[in-house]
């Protein structure tokens, strides 16, 4: 399986204000996904990124709050636009292995002040 | 570290019993079913997964169950370990040719017992 990492692993923002994810695979797939995973809950599709197109997004999800940008076939980002306390989330990214499987980065844990 | 179970259901073994976690799925038409493994603090991690095919699949001390008729998956861990304590979620999907995307269940809480 893929060794996949993120950054940062978590942060505190204040509300109106922007962060981007970084996530970095050790080797090159076609492609990424970026969930979401509310407090106590499960995780939710954000967005596939697949490299040198533009990112398909989930029912709810839009490009002006979650821009992702997948530059190269190991990386991607994900910014999350403009905070407010509900996007206090893990936002985690993954990537697909040798079947149907996925495998998932540890996740960045954000809190929204 | 943070703990992403707190709403969520629980179930609780003693150390050394088998451990069953059932799901049910909402897709007719899933392809691929995934257990997955999420410790606190710590991303999904994955335990094993069984084609629409099959009615049955076991790995390392883990078997998972198919029932297609009742849309209903199960997860057994035989011999639970305290290494075992995590939440645990199924997902299902649906192969596409443009990303295979995953939905998860809502998750169970495992707590092992001493």
């Known amino acids: 399986s893929a060794v996949i990492s993120q950054k940062p692993s978590r942060d505190i923002c204040q509300r109106g204000t922007s962060l981007t994810i970084q996530c970095q695979v050790d080797?090159?797939?076609?492609?990424m996904f970026w969930y979401r995973q509310q407090p106590g809950q499960s995780l939710t599709l954000i967005a596939t990124?697949?490299?040198?197109?533009?990112?398909?997004?989930e029912s709810g999800f839009v490009i002006d709050k979650f821009p992702i940008s997948r530059p190269n076939l190991t990386f991607s980002t994900l910014t999350v636009s403009n905070m407010s306390p509900e996007d206090s989330s893990i936002y985690l990214c993954s990537v697909e292995g040798q079947g149907a499987e996925q495998y998932f980065g540890p996740g960045t844990r954000l809190t929204v002040t | 570290g943070e703990s992403v179970g707190l709403h969520l259901p629980t179930l609780s073994v003693q150390e050394g019993d088998n451990s069953i976690i059932n799901c049910a799925y909402s897709?007719?038409?899933?392809?691929?079913f995934i257990w997955y493994k999420q410790e606190s603090g710590k991303g999904p991690q994955f335990i094993i997964d069984i084609r629409s095919n099959m009615d049955k699949r076991q790995g390392q001390r883990v078997t998972v169950l198919l029932n297609k008729t009742v849309k209903h998956l199960s997860l057994q861990i035989a011999a639970t370990q305290p290494g075992d304590s995590a939440v645990y979620f199924c997902?299902?999907?649906?192969?596409?040719?443009?990303?295979?995307?995953?939905?998860f269940g809502t998750g169970t809480q495992l707590k092992v017992e001493l």
């Open positions: 897709n007719s038409a899933s392809d691929y």
């Open positions: 997902a299902e999907i649906v192969l596409t040719g443009g990303g295979n995307k995953l939905t």
């Open positions: 080797s090159q797939v076609t492609m």
């Open positions: 990124a697949n490299q040198g197109s533009e990112a398909t997004y």
